[in-house]
């Protein structure tokens, strides 16, 4: 297994905004965005390979972290050219360093914070292809799993920004098989037209997986296990919380 983080957004609304550099590159309690983000995967540092999917530029602040973190095992890939949206940029990625299709990955945001997490236990992961993490929660940003009526713990349909329960995605998705987010990818390309230039997100080409037979399943977390920094204005409501606060704590 690998954990994934593609990190090469432009961070768009955070320039807007007038900060300067990546998102990820600011402070909160005196650390990156970027290393509490990764830190909430300390429990795997020395087990698994990490890869980093970053933009131009960022090489050589993705190392000193990642060394600093004592991360025993990761790779940088660098996609110098826009993506279209995060599923785009882990595609490129992984092609480019060759990854296997049988490898199972995770896959994770630069700019959210995820306590102490844990892969489900065994017998959850050992009868799905594929799963979602999520909470209970509401609001249009959110990506959304339908559950199914009478198996728990599996996933009927999922959504972008379309709100068809209250299983708000974390931002965790696990595929057993990186072939299997590929054959969606390839799907999602061949129905386009010349003309489409939507964004790529993650949580809605497991739709695709669970049309033909997939066991596609979500694991459920309190909403207080989250801590989410994709905007400014949740950056600067956690950098205020935090002006007093052992910087240490955040994803203890």
């Known amino acids: 297994m690998m954990i994934v983080i593609p990190m090469a957004g432009e961070s768009k609304r955070f320039r807007e905004a ?3 550099g990546s998102k990820y590159e600011l402070l909160l309690a005196g650390k990156s965005v970027f290393r509490h983000a990764v830190e909430s995967f300390s429990y795997y540092f020395q087990s698994t390979r990490f890869v980093f999917i970053h933009g131009s530029g960022a090489d050589a602040f993705v190392q000193t972290e990642c060394k600093s973190l004592g991360i025993r095992e990761y790779s940088l890939v660098n996609v110098p050219q826009p993506t279209r949206g995060q599923a785009d940029t882990v595609q490129l990625g992984l092609e480019a360093l060759g990854v296997q299709d049988f490898e199972s990955i995770v896959i994770f945001n630069i700019d959210t914070f995820r306590t102490r997490f844990r892969l489900p236990p065994p017998p ?7 799963y979602l993490e999520v909470f209970r929660g509401s609001g249009p940003n959110w990506s959304y799993v339908r559950p199914h009526p009478n198996q728990p713990g599996r996933a009927i ?4 920004k379309e709100e068809i329960s209250d299983l708000c995605c974390t ?4 595929f057993r098989k990186l ?11 061949n129905t386009e037209t010349d003309e489409s230039s939507a964004e790529l997100y993650v949580a809605p080409l497991y739709n ?3 049309r033909t037979g997939a066991s596609i399943g979500y694991y459920e977390i309190s909403r207080d296990e989250v801590i989410f920094c994709g905007v400014p204005t949740e950056y600067e409501r956690l950098k205020d919380a935090l002006e007093h606060i052992d910087s240490n704590r955040l994803i203890a």
Request: contains cysteine; proline residues 0%; glycine residues 16%.
């Open 179 to 189: 072939g299997d987010l590929k054959k969606c990818l390839t799907g999602v390309h």
């Open 124 to 130: 959850f992961l050992s009868c799905i292809d594929g």
């Open 157 to 160: 349909e999922t959504a972008e």
């Open 208 to 210: 695709q997986l669970i």
């Open 171 to 174: 931002g965790v998705y696990y």
């Open 18 to 20: 007038g900060y300067k």
